[in-house]
């Protein structure tokens, strides 16, 4: 018999956990919602095709890919051999694999636009929270199964799109009480330090290494830079790129200095003006400028978000982008959109170590009713319905047993109230109320039970 366990880098969640984590996920719901955005799913799978080529060289190489059916069908053996040759070859082979697990909401997301566009009324609004999967390593806060929860906007270039994902994301980390820093960029100043760099197709050379910038410091990053074919001089334009520091104002000024002059840079810097000139008035919080931000994914191609929590070590725990042609991708031009998203696991791992759920989560049974006989468990079984009919969370004890035994049961659970009817409550028609916190209890009769309040 084999030993029970499950994949690496999956995990259960247990009844405690499941209400942390639907506590974070109603939090932002409730938020997409004040700022019009409706909710969409979208299948587990996708077509592998859907996939691949969409989150360059590093991403495509974590996608979980799904073999196809009847493999040890003798028809299909032969067929199966030579297309794990290919795959060891790097190559896909639809004689193989057809179909991966989705590696993120935005692409499938782009899919259903591009497939359902002509009944969309636009700019299309639509939030989204549901498992993804990546074939990475795991460690901590990082994992192959997650949720994911975005929320993007189709069909407008109005930046006022990137002000409002801006505050969507201020409110919901101020109601969760994590301190964060909220920081933007723009990939238009990354493809003018592309271009100054030898052109746009160093683009993705650049961002990759720059993407890593935190986990291997910058004398990696110009190591990668040199194997990626960078020279000395366009190696230390970087550094001095990466260099840059100081307020928002002063950041700005710099980056106008070093690639003001670029087209594709000068609009860049006016898109992060522009933000930051409609969020100044309305938050208390404002962007980070962070220069050094890359997003390391090819679809990105304005302005760029990512959320750093200030107290724990710990990755991003959000980001996102504008992605202005990423329906394209499926023969549905000139859709642009813009998109944020909330890592959902990571941000019960920070909530967790700064011990900010609040009690309340906790509780889910709020009564117990003691069962201590047949007869008094049939009382208590009718008057349980009632309370549960008022809205308030209640159980009885499965089978007579030791009060002892029902009084560990509630501690477990971190049950609030026992009530109890034994022999004299039957028949003085009376119940006793015991707060399992303070030890306080009253004796109630029956239909004063009923209006009791359990606070």
């Known amino acids: 018999m084999s030993k029970a366990s499950i994949p690496q880098g999956t995990r259960d969640f247990g009844a405690e956990v499941v209400r942390k984590r639907n506590y974070i996920i109603n939090t932002i719901k409730k938020v997409f919602e004040r700022y019009g955005f409706e909710p969409l799913e979208t299948p587990a799978m996708e077509n592998l095709d859907t996939l691949m ?10 996608i979980f890919k799904i073999l196809n059916n009847g493999l040890n069908d003798p028809k299909n053996i032969d ?31 782009a899919r259903y636009v591009a497939m359902n566009h002509g009944q969309l009324s636009f700019p299309f609004k639509r939030y989204q929270v549901q498992p993804v999967w990546r074939a990475d390593r795991p460690q901590k806060g990082r994992y192959r199964e997650f949720c994911q929860c975005d929320a993007d906007v189709v069909g407008s270039t109005s930046l006022v799109n990137e002000a409002e994902l801006f505050l969507i994301y201020a409110t919901v980390f101020q109601q969760l009480g994590i301190p964060v820093d909220i920081k933007i960029n723009n990939r238009k100043i990354l493809s003018a330090l592309a271009a100054h760099c030898g052109g746009g197709e160093k683009l993705t ?64 810097i006016e898109e992060i003006e ?11 919080q404002q962007p980070v400028i962070d ?3 890359a997003r390391g ?68 049974t709020r009564v117990l009713f003691f069962n201590l006989g047949e007869a008094e468990g049939r009382r208590a079984f009718s008057l349980m319905q009632e309370l549960r009919n008022r809205g308030i969370s209640s159980e009885l004890y499965h089978q007579q047993a030791k009060f002892d035994k029902q009084f560990k049961y509630a501690e477990k659970k971190r049950i609030a109230y026992a009530v109890m009817i034994g022999s004299r409550e039957m028949e003085t028609n ?19 039970l009923g209006h009791f309040e359990f606070i």
């Not at 990755?315 to 859709?335: A, K, N």
């Not at 030890?439 to 239909?447: A, K, W």
């Open 291 to 293: 220069f050094t931000l």
């Open 205 to 268: 050379d650049i961002t990759i290494a720059i993407d890593k910038l935190d986990k291997i410091g910058i004398e990696k990053v110009g190591e990668e830079l040199a194997q990626r074919g960078l020279d000395e001089n366009q190696i230390t334009f970087i550094r001095q790129y990466l260099a840059i520091e100081g307020s928002n104002t002063g950041k700005l000024q710099s980056v106008k200095t070093l690639l003001g002059e670029n087209p594709a840079g000068k609009s860049g």
């Open 79 to 109: 067929k199966a051999k030579a297309a794990f040759e290919n795959v060891l070859q790097g190559k896909n082979d639809k004689n193989l694999t057809e179909r991966a697990l989705k590696y993120d909401l935005t692409i499938p997301f």
């Open 297 to 364: 994914l090819d679809y990105y191609t304005g302005m760029i978000f990512e959320i750093k929590a200030k107290e724990v070590q710990m990755g991003s725990i959000g980001g996102g982008g504008r992605y202005d042609d990423l329906t394209g991708l499926f023969g549905v031009p000139d859709i642009p959109g813009v998109g944020i998203s909330f890592g959902i696991d990571r941000i019960y791992d920070v909530m967790e170590e700064m011990k900010l759920f609040p009690e309340e989560v906790h509780t889910g």
């Open 53 to 62: 080529g969409k989150y360059g060289e590093e991403g495509d190489k974590l």
């Open 274 to 284: 522009f933000v930051l000139n409609y969020l100044q008035p309305v938050s208390d």
């Open 430 to 448: 009376t119940c006793v109320v015991k707060n399992l916190s303070s030890g306080q209890q009253s004796v109630l009769s029956c239909d004063e």
